[in-house]
């Protein structure tokens, strides 16, 4: 177990909808990180966020957007839901975010757009 | 903008021998980092091995160890005295120097079956 959680683990949901996917970091971890993993495009970094803060950005569709919570919890928002956005989406944490410390990966959301 | 590329879809290997997965990227970078991450069945993501491009020798964990040829921007996987518990996807990823340490480019992954 990584410490990470990611809730929830599965979600189906139709085209044009709206869904939350929720990411709790390791204990004592500022930074969180989105990816996406598909069959198309593969691993994919999205977003980072330290501390509260966007830190960093990668391919991350504008239907898309990220926070961070005071308690460090952060959510990742997929509005206009496509077909092509079915996929499995990662949140990964760590202490830090430039030195070189180990990023805790969770156990992903399993997103189906029908 | 780096790519990282896995040429074996599949491997397979019998259980106590060795297999080695294949990994290239391309960069015009001198500082950068490189990782092998393993995606089991339960589809998290555990860290496997990581080299750092301004070290020479080549790191070593346990039954992993890379072959890292910076010239030829190759990054190979070793893993010897195969297990069951091995099977699983292997991702190769890089980092660039100095950005967010979860800022990572991944190759497309490659699928080990262990054969008992």
């Given amino acids: 177990d990584s410490g990470v959680t990611q809730t929830p683990k599965h979600l189906i949901t139709a085209t044009g909808q709206r869904v939350t996917l929720r990411c709790s970091p390791r204990s004592g971890d500022l930074s969180v990180y989105w990816y996406q993993q598909s069959l198309d495009q593969g691993l994919q970094f999205l977003i980072q966020y330290y501390n509260g803060e966007e830190r960093a950005k990668g391919n991350i569709l504008e239907r898309f957007s990220a926070q961070q919570f005071p308690d460090l919890h952060s959510e990742l928002n997929l509005s206009s839901l496509e077909l092509g956005d079915s996929a499995l989406y990662f949140c990964a944490s760590s202490v830090g975010s430039i030195y070189n410390e180990k990023l805790f990966f969770g156990s992903g959301t399993q997103l189906s757009v029908l | ?116």
């Fill in chain 2, 1 to 116: 903008a780096q790519t990282v590329t896995q040429s074996q879809p599949e491997m397979s290997v019998q259980e106590a021998e060795t297999v080695t997965l294949s990994c290239t990227y391309d960069t015009s970078e001198s500082d950068y980092y490189l990782f092998w991450y393993k995606q089991p069945p339960s589809r998290q993501m555990i860290l496997v091995i990581r080299q750092e491009a301004y070290k020479q020798q080549n790191a070593t964990e346990n039954r992993f160890s890379v072959n890292f040829q910076k010239a030829a921007k190759s990054f190979s996987l070793k893993i010897s005295d195969s297990q069951l518990g091995d099977a699983a996807m292997y991702f190769c990823a890089y980092r660039s120097d100095g950005t967010s340490y979860g800022k990572l480019t991944f190759g497309q992954g490659t699928i080990l079956t262990v054969h008992p």
